[in-house]
């Protein structure tokens, strides 16, 4: 029972953490300059994801390999075929200085 309302705990926490923390982030992405938008942006986005990973108790491992590929700034793609809610805030947790999101309705 305990782990059960603990579960539902966090699932609150991360629904209104985003709830608020995303609009928020929109407002400081607004009322910054372009110049620094493109700084603040991403750091605010790969915080979001961390902190809804980080609640899910979910750990992202990478090897050497592929911290040396997020590591270079050369284009890359990365994708997700929707199949968990999880999907988004991986994303953003690995999304590299400099990178974009770009979502498909």
């Given at each position: 029972?305990?782990?059960?309302m ?24 607004l ?16 915080g979001?994801?961390?902190t ?6 979910i750990r ?46």
């Open positions: 029972m305990f782990q059960s603990m579960g539902l705990a966090r699932q609150l926490f991360t629904w209104t953490f985003t709830a608020i923390y995303v609009p928020a982030m929109i407002v400081v992405c009322l910054t300059s372009p110049e620094r938008r493109t700084v603040t942006g991403p750091k605010l986005v790969r979001w994801g961390k809804i990973l980080f609640n899910a108790r992202v491992l990478r090897t050497p390999e592929a911290e040396a590929v997020l590591a270079s700034r050369a284009p890359r793609i990365l994708t997700f075929n929707h199949s968990s809610t999880l999907d988004a805030p991986l994303g953003a947790s690995l999304l590299p200085e400099g990178g974009v999101l770009v979502v498909k309705q």
